[in-house]
């Protein structure tokens, strides 16, 4: 099997076993919500305020609302998972292309004497 | 180590919009000289492997949680210049699709994952790596590098959430934004990383590299005879 195979596997796998991520369910360090904001200062900051949750994206922490506090929670992050690889690597994929701009690597190789993977001709 | 939406003051995030726009022009320069077609699909799974890797969120004591990046390990796979742009489509996707990160954050956020980050590893790894690098070396240099390079990245954005106070504070002191200052900021965010999140990362950069080492060492950018000089 090709190695970009495999890895492509190992990451479905990853994607799998995603829900172990929502045991810490802790904001991380400076990327706590206005409420934890109001308990650990006592206000909110005003600037903050007026941007806070400009845009809370489509599936806002990762776990769709309706899967949200019940065991359904993990699919949902599971979900997520493999919805965000799927857009992620679409995209990728599309700069990649025009990047690239469907330049082979035969190119290269007459360029520089070499094969893709860096052995001598 | 996502800032979110009205953490930095608009001076800060509009300061690495511009920043960021000038290093993504650069980025697509360098690529659209050196891309090949066939590594477009190692950038698309590296891009999905640092979204998805994001995902892990590990409690420390003391009520916080963080996760690795991948940001030194897409360095030494793809090259910083591919890794920056690969890491900061799944930063993109993070904000837009899932609301994890700012809108406004987002360059700053870029800056510090996908930009400070596969950089400082990728030339971490190179120097540990000079002369003739047994694989135990190679192995041990993609943890070190990981290690290093996102402790540089959490103590980057430490800096710019504590200079928030003052740029923007009312005139009675009261900060507009991110409320910490820097002697607050900088040890809280280096601190979690120095102690934990670093170790992740370099167990998960090493670990990868020793499976590609093992199965298809030419997958590695730093295999490569033929790999583009850095402009």
């Not at chain 1, 994206?57 to 919805?83: D, K, R």
């Not at chain 2, 892990?56 to 963080?66: H, L, R, W």
Request: glycine share 10%.
């Amino acid at each position: 099997m090709h190695i970009k195979t495999k890895l492509w596997i190992w990451l479905l796998i990853i994607a799998l076993i995603v829900p172990l991520g929502l045991i810490a369910t802790a904001p991380a360090w400076g990327e706590w919500d206005t409420a934890q904001l109001m308990e650990k200062l006592g206000y909110i900051p005003e600037g903050l305020k007026k941007i806070d949750r400009l845009w809370n994206g489509i599936i806002s922490g990762y776990v769709p609302e309706s899967f949200e506090n019940s065991p359904l929670s993990a699919i949902g992050y599971i979900f997520s998972a493999l919805t965000g690889i799927a857009i992620t690597a679409g995209i990728a994929l599309i700069i990649g292309r025009i990047l690239s701009g469907k330049r082979e690597v035969n190119e290269l190789q007459n360029e520089t004497g070499m094969g893709i993977n860096g052995e001598e001709k | 180590m996502h800032i979110p939406d009205g953490y930095l003051s608009p001076a800060t995030f509009g300061f690495f919009y511009a920043v960021m726009i000038a290093i993504w022009a650069w980025a697509s320069r360098v690529l659209k000289k050196v891309l090949k077609l066939r590594q477009v699909p190692i950038l698309a799974l590296g891009s999905a492997f640092s979204f998805v890797i994001m995902m892990f969120n590990i409690p420390v004591p003391g009520g916080s949680t963080g996760h690795a990046t991948g940001g030194a390990l897409l360095a030494i796979v793809l090259g910083p210049w591919a890794a920056l742009i690969s890491i900061s489509i799944a930063l993109f996707v993070q904000a837009v699709i899932f609301g994890d990160g700012g809108l406004t954050t987002f360059a700053a956020n870029s800056f510090n994952i996908a930009f400070i980050m596969p950089f400082s590893g990728y030339y971490l790894y190179k120097l540990i790596c000079i002369g003739k690098p047994s694989t135990a070396r190679k192995i041990f240099a993609a943890g070190f590098a990981g290690y290093i390079s996102l402790n540089l990245a959490a103590i980057f954005t430490g800096i710019e959430l504590g200079l928030q106070p003052l740029i923007a504070s009312k005139p009675d002191g009261q900060p507009l934004y991110a409320p910490y200052p820097l002697k607050i900021a900088v040890p809280a965010m280096a601190l979690e990383h120095l102690i934990l999140f670093g170790f992740i990362e370099a167990a998960v950069t090493s670990a990868v590299i020793s499976y590609i080492l093992k199965n298809e060492r030419t997958l590695l950018y730093t295999e490569h005879k033929w790999k583009y000089k850095i402009p």
